[in-house]
Nanobody, 122 residues
């Protein structure tokens, strides 16, 4: 069993930056690929970024590529999402997830955090 807790959300102006953190607990949490997803009001949850268990392979949604960066620190059981040049359309609840595959597909993630709100004002 893996528990995930996201922190770091908040209100930021367009063009600003935020760093989201995901704290993982559980005996094997560092062996799971990790992903970030987001859900905006009235929309389905969508893939943002993912990272392999070693941290060597990353994937990004086209909408955030070049602005967001995913990373992890296995020694601390942490994953991060650095978000730069934020736009109003990035406003959403951001979720951290862990699963057996470094995937863009929501259904392939087994463990989920409770989410953290990111609001970007224009």
């Amino acid at each position: 069993q893996v528990q995930l807790v996201e922190t770091g959300g908040g209100l930021v102006q367009a063009g600003g930056s935020l760093r989201l953190s995901c704290a993982a607990s559980g005996r094997t949490s560092s062996t799971y690929p990790m992903g970030w997803f987001r859900q905006a009001p009235g929309k389905e949850r969508e893939f943002v970024a993912s990272v392999s268990s070693s941290g060597s392979v990353t994937k990004y949604a086209n909408s955030v590529r070049g602005r967001f960066s995913i990373s992890r620190d296995n020694a601390r059981n942490m994953a991060y999402l650095q978000m730069n040049n934020l736009k109003a359309e990035d406003t959403a609840i951001y979720y951290c997830a862990a699963g057996p595959y470094n995937s863009r597909t929501e259904s392939q993630y087994v463990y989920w955090g409770q989410g953290t709100q990111v609001t970007v004002s224009s």
